[in-house]
């Protein structure tokens, strides 16, 4: 079984697949209707546990369970109402029908216990209830420290194997932390795992910053500095260390995108009045211009295969968006709905283009294929910002600006259109990007 | 003399800020320029100051919104400015460029530049070295005034230019 390829690292190893027979499965969620009834799930609290955090089995469950019923393709059937106790369902194996009464159709169980001091072993089993049958089983290794990271892999293996797609639970998300009056913004790049936890803040606020991109080894980030008081793209390292301006342009450079290879951003640079394209090698160093002409051509990214750029462009008199092939240099324009467009991002998965969409007075967020067709607004408020899919291409995450109180938070929808939730962050919260799922 | 040229820009500036046909909501809005610059004595400021600028002058005009065309109006503060920048030829200045919160981060990062570009060509066209004027854009993130309506929207709509260090 070809289980530990993701799972490969240093410091948080799958050292294995637990035996486990693959049953023909019934237990499947489809991602791609719009409503989906939950799939109840159990998660019992991990048996075990280490001398240092006697809690973990439990902690564990608690972030498996928090992930699963945030996705909105699962509700996990609170603890209370478990017959069979953690201890017995890790020594004896599932007794079905204890699990079949409180109307379980999946079933976590799960082993927490001591390597030596500092690290642990942490084994999962994940079972279709209804024919019970086990689906998965896993073991790792891994510091007792990064048991958060441990929980969140085991989730991506669970959402993988019920829905057939990656998972996006082992990732982190980027952005621009906000206080203060909007007159006299303090702005800090910030990072957090996708649920919140492990809150860090990048930068001191001495000077804006806005746009963060992770590079597509989710270790460095791109942002737009404001430090030497003309903006200039720089790069910071996902620790926050190693702050350092790309080059010096001979105008303003913002809006960067790693190319999915690492080795290039895409960016604007604007200079007397026309903002163009340009595609910067990291390598080299070498600056190359992409479009031209007395207009506005900005946010570009990259179709995952990196030969084609979506950006957006007023150079029809509005901003819309186009696709830019890298080969030719020819760009045709996709967008051809009501209203403004701009701010797109293509998804991971190739198949979608998330961008805003201003009309009527309010904003959306809209997906669309990468030719223009099948055109959905699935959001719409006083004003959505900044979308960017999550690393499998089934959620967006995006800041909205609340007319009323002022405030500025993120929020992620599926690509559906269903499941809006709010992403908790201490401050206000711009310009979120989100990692690829770490190794 | 001079203290009735400085009055009648004052005055002038005035009605710039204020009488915009697609902006009649703004006399009451709290300007971000200072409005406390009417209440100091003309002629009081410091020689090439900010507040010389904006009482002499103007340092800020207004536009309309995704616009970059500088409004008769506008253009008749820059002309102010441009004979200020003349009479005061140790100053350089940094235009800065803002737009309102209606739009998206990166596209507004581009149009505050594209309106402090309108201005820095305006002004070179009326003389003053291009070597003088530098410009910079903050989108929609650096607003002169607070709120989400129709007239903080017209007021962060604008180029502000700003007086950087002397001529060394």
New interface residues.
């Given amino acids: 079984m070809r289980t530990t390829r993701r799972q490969a690292m240093t410091s948080l190893a799958a050292v294995g697949a637990l035996a486990s027979a693959p049953a023909a499965g019934q237990l499947t969620v489809t991602i791609d209707r719009g409503t989906v009834r939950p799939l109840p799930i159990a998660v019992s609290p991990f048996a075990g546990g280490v001398a240092a955090q006697p809690e973990i089995g439990l902690q564990i469950a608690e972030v498996i369970g928090a992930n699963l019923d945030r996705s909105g393709l699962f509700r996990t059937i609170d603890r209370s109402a478990y017959i069979q106790t953690p201890d017995d369902l890790a020594d004896q194996g599932p007794r079905f029908a204890d699990w079949r009464q409180i109307n379980a159709e999946a079933l976590v169980s799960g082993r927490v216990s001591a390597v030596d001091a500092t690290n642990m072993a942490v084994e999962f089993r994940l079972f279709d209830v209804l024919t019970a049958s086990e689906r998965r089983g896993l073991r790792y290794t891994a510091p007792i420290d990064d048991w958060r990271r441990v929980a969140h892999k085991i989730s991506d293996e669970i959402y993988s194997r019920i829905t057939g797609e990656s998972g996006y639970f082992d990732t982190r998300i980027v952005y621009v932390s906000e206080t203060g009056?909007?007159?006299q913004?303090v702005?800090r790049l910030a990072i957090m795992d996708q649920d919140g936890a492990n809150h860090r803040f990048l930068t001191r606020g001495d000077s804006?910053v806005?746009?963060p991109r992770f590079a597509p080894d989710g270790e460095t980030i791109a942002f737009?500095s404001f430090r030497t008081?003309?903006?200039q793209v720089a790069l910071i390292d996902a620790s926050g260390a190693n702050d350092r301006l790309l080059g010096r342009f001979d105008g303003?450079t913002?809006?960067p995108r790693f190319s999915p290879d690492g080795q290039r951003l895409a960016m604007?640079l604007?200079a007397?009045?026309?903002?163009s394209l340009f595609m910067y090698d990291l390598r080299t160093q070498e600056m190359t211009r992409l479009t031209s002409g007395p207009h506005?051509d900005?946010?570009p990214s990259f179709s995952p295969d990196g030969g084609r750029l979506v950006f957006?462009s007023?150079r029809a008199g509005?901003?819309q968006l186009y696709v830019m092939d890298l080969g030719s240099g020819r760009a045709e324009r996709i967008s051809f709905g009501g209203g403004?467009y701009?701010?797109p991002a293509w998804s991971p998965r190739g198949d979608l283009v998330t961008f805003?969409n201003?009309q009527g007075g309010s904003f959306h967020v809209g997906l669309m294929r990468p030719d223009g067709g099948d055109e959905r607004l699935i959001t719409r408020s006083?004003?959505d910002?900044?979308p960017r899919f999550a690393p499998n291409g089934r959620v967006v995450v995006f800041e909205r600006?609340d007319?009323a109180s002022?405030r500025m938070r993120l929020f992620t929808i599926d690509v559906t259109g269903f499941n809006l939730r709010e992403v908790a962050t201490p401050l206000d919260a711009?310009?979120p990007d989100w990692s690829p799922l770490r190794r | 003399m001079r203290v009735l040229v400085v009055i009648a820009c004052l005055l002038l500036v005035a009605g710039c800020a204020r009488t915009s046909p697609e902006d009649p909501a703004l006399t009451g809005g709290i300007s971000?320029q200072g409005l406390g610059a009417g209440g100091a004595a003309a002629g009081t400021f410091a020689p090439g100051s900010q507040a010389a600028l904006q009482a002499e002058a103007g340092d800020t005009v207004f536009f309309a919104f995704?616009s970059?065309v500088l409004r008769p109006e506008s253009q008749a503060v820059l002309r102010q400015q441009a004979a200020w920048l003349q009479r005061n030829p140790g100053i350089r200045v940094t235009v800065e460029g803002h737009t309102d919160?209606?739009?998206?981060?990166?596209?507004n990062?581009?149009?505050g530049?594209?309106r402090a570009?309108?201005v820095r060509?305006f002004l070179i066209a009326q003389g003053v070295a291009a070597d003088r004027i530098r410009t910079?854009?903050?989108?929609k993130?650096?607003?002169?005034?607070?709120g989400?309506n129709e007239q903080a929207w017209a007021q962060n709509r604008r180029a502000v230019t700003v007086v950087a260090a002397p001529v060394s």
């Fill in positions: 009056l909007a007159t913004r702005k804006l806005m746009t737009l008081g003309e903006p303003m913002f809006a604007s604007a007397g009045g026309s903002t506005i900005t946010s957006n007023d509005s901003p403004r701009s701010t805003v201003q006083y004003l910002d900044g600006h007319r002022g711009t310009d | 971000a995704d970059s919160e209606r739009g998206t981060r990166e596209y990062l581009a149009l530049e594209r570009n309108a060509s910079v854009s903050f989108g993130d650096r607003p002169a005034v607070l989400s």
